[in-house]
């Protein structure tokens, strides 16, 4: 079982899809994944975009809060799109809504940020 | 189903054999016909308390066993995941949300919480040097209706 990230820059946003199982084994590539893409290009903002991830685990939410504090520390926002209902569950317990902004699909996390930048 | 049904697994602590863990034990309790939220549940729950034992129970020594008693019995399923790791010296502490003892790895402190939501019955014992088990239990609802 693995999982497959998928990153696109589009204007000052990177999008990152996530595909598979998100547990400790597989964070780090996603962890390694996106910090790079943060550093080297020229994206402030991050859309986490969930349709295809079949599983997450707490694992999951400490790589995603590792990224948020790394966008967030250079002004920027990260919102969720596409989170099925275990995700949302996992999402719901940790408090993490109340930091990220969950949006239905990537066309409208694309518009929200639109209006920040 | 008539009397308890068991499996024991055990294997090595390596970050592969999270996922290796939660489907072996989805795969036992689908016999209970659990519905697929019923089932992530129990494969999230086994995957925190499996990573538990990998990251702080062995501190990722991969030649250390991680076991798996699983058991079925009626319209529920018991399951404990045993580490004989370097133990939690409190307990109380650990279970806190967001505690982690080890942020450095970005670890979000919600494993023990996240067990304790997504399971029915949730315990922990534990002692220093000598290994950690959790034991955890959730009843399958889809069966129940059989049952009554």
Do not use: W
């Amino acid at each position: 079982m693995s999982l497959q990230a998928e990153l696109e820059h589009y204007r000052n946003v990177l999008i990152v899809r996530l595909r598979g199982e998100l547990d400790h084994h597989t964070a780090d590539v996603v962890r390694y994944k996106m910090e790079e893409a943060l550093l080297r290009g020229s994206s402030d903002h991050v859309i986490l975009s969930l349709k295809e991830l079949q599983f997450m685990d707490s694992s999951g939410l400490g790589v995603i809060l590792g990224r948020y504090k790394q966008v967030k520390s250079k002004g920027g926002k990260m919102v969720v799109c596409d989170v099925n209902p275990s995700v949302y569950r996992l999402f719901e317990l940790s408090g993490l809504f109340k930091i990220l902004t969950i949006h239905e699909n990537e066309r409208t996390a694309i518009s929200s940020l639109e209006v920040v930048s | 189903m008539n009397g308890t049904n068991e499996m024991t697994l055990s294997f090595s602590a390596r970050s592969e054999n999270e996922a290796f863990a939660r489907i072996a034990v989805a795969a036992f309790v689908s016999q209970l016909d659990p519905t697929l939220e019923e089932l992530n549940d129990l494969k999230t729950a086994v995957s925190e308390a499996v990573t538990n034992a990998i990251i702080h129970g062995y501190e990722s020594d991969s030649s250390c066993q991680v076991t798996i008693e699983a058991r079925i019995e009626g319209d529920s399923v018991s399951i404990a995941v045993l580490d004989n790791g370097r133990g939690i010296e409190d307990l109380e502490l650990a279970r806190q949300p967001l505690y982690t003892s080890k942020p450095e790895l970005e670890r979000s402190g919600m494993g023990f919480t996240i067990m304790e939501n997504f399971m029915d019955h949730f315990e922990v014992s534990s002692r220093v040097d000598g290994g950690t088990r959790v034991e955890m239990m959730k009843r399958i609802e889809s069966k129940k209706a059989l049952y009554n």
